[in-house]
C-alpha cells in the first residue's frame, strides 16, 4: 500500500522567510513518481513538480526548491523569500510507475501555508 | 490554455436526491478522475477511467458512480445523496495510454452540501 504522510498541517510564516514542507512516503515499488501540488483559494490543484524515483537531483524553479531523498523517503519543498501569493494549500502525492499517464495518485493531507505581510 | 471544468461551484442537494456532477476537459485527455477532497484527508480517489465507457473504482467508490459516453466529459453520480457526502469534489484529466505519469489537470471543484 501506498502512503503519503504530511505532517504539519498548517504554517504561518512572514513574508521574506524561507519554509520548507515535509513530505515522506512510503512504497514497496522500486519506480514510482512524486508530485507536489498547490492549490489557492480559487480551489483548483496546480502543478508544481513530478521526480521519478530514479532521479534524485535536487531541483529549483525559481524562489522554489525541491529536495529528494530516497534514503529518508523525504521530498521536501522550500519556498525562498516568501511572498503573500504563496499562501495556498500545498500537497505531496504519489503515483505508481505507469504507460497509462497515471494510476492512482496518493495524496497526503496537505499543509496550509499562510504567509503573512 | 489547458481546461478542466466542473458544471457548479456550489451545490446544495436534500438527502434522498440523485445528483450529477459534471466534468469536462478540453485537452483531449484520456484519462480522468473524481476526487473527494475533506479536511484532514487530503484528497481520495473515488472513481477513474481510461476511456470512453471504461471506469475503474478507486479508493472510496460506495455510494457512487460514474458515466463516460464522450472523451471529454465525465461524470459523477450520487444515486441517492447523503449527509455524509457532504464535501469538496475535483475533477482531474491527464494524458492517457503512452505517457508516463504525466500531471493531472484539475477543476476548481464542487462543493456539494446535502442537508
Known amino acids: 500500500a501506498q502512503k503519503v504522510t504530511q505532517a504539519q498541517t498548517e504554517i504561518s510564516v512572514v513574508e521574506k522567510e524561507d519554509v520548507t514542507l515535509d513530505c515522506v512516503y512510503e512504497?514497496?515499488?522500486?519506480?514510482?513518481?512524486l508530485f507536489w501540488y498547490k492549490q489557492p483559494p480559487s480551489g483548483e490543484l496546480v502543478f508544481l513538480i513530478r521526480?521519478?524515483?530514479?532521479?534524485?537531483q535536487n531541483e529549483i524553479s525559481g524562489r522554489y526548491s525541491w529536495n529528494f531523498q530516497k534514503s529518508t523517503s523525504s521530498f521536501n519543498f522550500t519556498i525562498t523569500a516568501s511572498q503573500v501569493v504563496d499562501s495556498a494549500v500545498y500537497f505531496c502525492a504519489l503515483d505508481r510507475l505507469s504507460n497509462f499517464g497515471n494510476e492512482k495518485l496518493t495524496f497526503g493531507t496537505g499543509t496550509r501555508l499562510t504567509i503573512i505581510p | 490554455d489547458v481546461k478542466v471544468t466542473q458544471s457548479s461551484r456550489y451545490l446544495v442537494k436534500r438527502t434522498g436526491e440523485k445528483v450529477f456532477l459534471e466534468c469536462v476537459q478540453d485537452?483531449?485527455?484520456?484519462?480522468m478522475f473524481w476526487y473527494r477532497q475533506d479536511p484532514g484527508l487530503g484528497l481520495r480517489l473515488i472513481y477513474f477511467s481510461y476511456d470512453v465507457k471504461m471506469k475503474e473504482k478507486g479508493d472510496i467508490p460506495e455510494g457512487y458512480s460514474v458515466s463516460r459516453e464522450k472523451k471529454e466529459r465525465f461524470s459523477l453520480i450520487l444515486e441517492s445523496a447523503s449527509t455524509n457526502q457532504t464535501s469538496m469534489y475535483l475533477c482531474?484529466?491527464?494524458?492517457?495510454?503512452?505517457?508516463?505519469?504525466?500531471?493531472?489537470?484539475f477543476g476548481q471543484g464542487t462543493r456539494l452540501t446535502v442537508v
Open positions: 512504497t514497496r515499488d522500486t519506480t514510482y513518481y
Open positions: 485537452m483531449d485527455h484520456e484519462n
Open positions: 521526480r521519478n524515483s530514479f532521479d534524485e
Open positions: 482531474a484529466s491527464s494524458k492517457g495510454r503512452g505517457s508516463l505519469n504525466t500531471e493531472a489537470f
